[in-house]
C-alpha cells in the first residue's frame, strides 16, 4: 500500500512508545504482512519490518502518533489494564478529553486522576493535544489543584512522579547515554522515581518505573517532577509591556566564563552582558522596569539568580547565553522553557527570533535550574553558537546585538498584547 502521510514512524511493537526503527518517505509503498488492533505490520524498502497505525494513516486531522489525546466518542470505563475484565477505576461521561500517554494493540493509557488506566482506542477519536478545546475553568477543580490545598499523600505523590517532556528520547537499560535503549517513551509519559543517579560523564539521571513494573534510566534534562511546577506562577497580566517587570539575567560571569570561542578571545560571561546592556536599554525605552542579575563581571550562583526573580515577583524572567558543542556545524538560536505555562512566553520570543538572520532551532524543553525553580514567567535564550564560524562572526558584531534585541522586545511586546 501507498503511504500518504509525511514521516510515518515505523515502530519495533503496536505501540506508540515503542521503539522507533525508521521514518517512512511520503508516498513509499509498504507490504503489509498482518493486521491487528488499528496497527499494520508493514516491511518497506524490502528490509525493514515493523508497525505503523493504521488509525493514523485513516486519520486526516492527525500528523503523528505522538502527543495524542483521547477525545471520547461514547461513555466508557477506565480499566486498570489493558482489558474489559479488569478492574474498573472509573466511568468517563462521552466527550470528555484525556491526555493520552501511548496507545498500544488498540488500548489507550490515560492518566485520571493521578491514576493510570485504560480506554480502548475504539472508544476514542484520538486527536492531537494542541487539538483540545480550552474549557471553561471549573471553580471547583482549580481549586483542588492548588499546592495549598494537596494533600501530603498527594504531595508526595507528585515528588515522584518524573514526566518526560522530550520527543524522542531514551528510556535506557543503565546510566549511561551509550547504553542498551528498553524503548522510546512517548511525551508526557509517567513514571515512578526510585532514585537519582549520576553517570560517568556527569550526567544527571532518574532511576525509574514504568507502569508495567519495568525500570531504566532517564536522563534528567528532559524530564520534570511532578511537583516542579507546584509554585510556579503562570501569567501575571501586566496588561502591556511599558507596565511589566522583566529580569535580565546575563548567563555567567566572573571565574564562571562559560563558553569561549574556539579562537579562544571572545567569553560567553562577556557577551551576554554586553546582549544585557543593550536589551536593558531598549527595554526601558519601550517603558519597562529592568532588573539584571548582574550588571558587572561577577559571579552570581544560579540559586541566587532565582531567588532574585522570585522575590521581586517579575513579569518575565529573560536567561541570556550563548552555545557551543564539540560539533562544529551546530548553529543558530534556540529558545527553552520548563514550566508548561511558560511555553507561550517562549514561543512569542521565538517566533521573532526565528526571523533573524541565524538559523533557529525552535522552542524546546529544558531543565536548567534558572527555569525549573523561578517562581515567575521564564524563559532561557540560547543566541548563536560560540563555536560555530558563522555564528561568531556575528556575535562579535554591534549590529547583532542592536538587532537581536529588537527582536527580543518585539516578542515581549506581542506576548503582552495578545
Ligand atoms: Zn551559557
Do not use: C
Request: hydrophobic share 35%; no cysteine; glycine share 6%.
Amino acid at each position: 500500500m501507498m503511504i500518504e502521510k509525511e514521516s510515518v514512524v515505523l515502530r519495533s511493537q503496536p505501540a506508540t512508545n515503542s521503539q522507533a526503527i525508521d521514518s517512512i518517505d511520503i508516498n513509499s509503498n509498504v507490504n503489509v504482512l498482518s493486521e491487528r488492533n488499528g496497527w499494520l505490520r508493514v516491511r518497506y524498502k524490502g528490509t525493514s519490518e515493523g508497525w505503523i497505525p493504521k488509525w493514523l494513516l485513516d486519520n486526516d486531522n492527525l500528523v503523528t502518533d505522538q502527543n495524542l489525546a483521547a477525545h471520547l466518542l461514547v461513555a466508557s470505563s477506565i480499566y486498570s489494564e489493558q482489558t474489559t475484565d479488569s478492574q474498573q477505576l472509573a466511568d468517563i461521561d462521552a466527550g470528555t478529553y484525556l491526555i493520552v500517554n501511548f496507545e498500544r494493540n488498540g488500548w489507550v493509557q490515560v492518566v485520571y486522576e493521578n491514576q493510570y488506566g485504560y480506554i480502548p482506542t475504539s472508544s476514542v477519536e484520538l486527536i492531537h493535544q494542541d487539538a483540545i478545546p480550552e474549557s471553561v475553568p471549573d471553580p471547583e477543580s482549580t481549586e483542588e489543584s492548588l499546592p495549598d490545598e494537596m494533600t501530603q499523600e498527594e504531595l508526595e505523590e507528585a515528588e515522584r512522579l518524573v514526566i518526560v517532556r522530550q520527543e524522542n528520547q531514551a528510556f535506557l537499560s543503565a546510566p549511561d547515554l551509550y547504553s542498551d535503549i528498553i524503548y522510546t517513551p512517548s511525551i508526557n509519559q509517567r513514571f515512578e522515581l526510585i532514585d537519582v543517579t549520576t553517570g560517568s560523564d556527569e550526567t544527571e539521571f532518574y532511576l525509574v518505573e514504568d507502569e508495567t513494573g519495568i525500570r531504566g534510566y532517564i536522563e534528567s534534562r528532559i524530564a520534570a517532577l511532578g511537583n516542579d511546577s507546584l509554585n510556579h506562577v503562570g501569567t501575571t497580566n501586566p496588561g502591556s509591556l511599558a507596565d511589566a517587570t522583566i529580569m535580565i539575567d546575563a548567563g555567567h560571569g566572573g571565574e564562571d566564563s562559560g563558553a569561549i570561542s574556539l579562537d579562544n578571545i571572545t567569553y560567553e560571561k562577556d557577551v551576554t552582558l554586553r546582549t544585557a546592556e543593550i536589551l536593558q536599554e531598549k527595554l526601558e525605552a519601550a517603558g519597562a522596569t529592568v532588573l539584571q542579575t548582574r550588571s558587572t563581571d561577577e559571579f552570581v550562583d544560579l540559586d541566587e539568580r532565582t531567588i532574585l526573580s522570585n522575590e521581586a515577583n517579575v513579569d518575565a524572567f529573560l536567561s541570556l547565553h550563548y552555545d557551543s558543542s564539540p560539533v562544529p556545524d551546530w548553529h543558530g538560536t534556540t529558545t527553552y522553557y520548563f514550566h508548561e505555562d511558560d511555553f507561550d512566553l517562549a514561543d512569542n520570543i521565538n517566533q521573532q527570533l526565528a526571523q533573524f538572520e541565524l538559523p533557529n532551532n525552535n522552542v524546546v524543553f529544558g531543565n536548567y535550574h534558572v527555569l525549573r525553580e523561578n517562581n515567575r514567567p521564564s524563559v532561557l535564550l540560547e543566541l548563536g553558537y560560540m563555536s560555530n564560524s558563522t555564528d561568531i562572526d556575528y556575535i562579535r558584531s554591534q549590529e547583532y546585538h542592536d538587532h537581536i534585541t529588537e527582536l527580543i522586545v518585539a516578542g515581549l511586546e506581542n506576548y503582552y498584547n495578545h
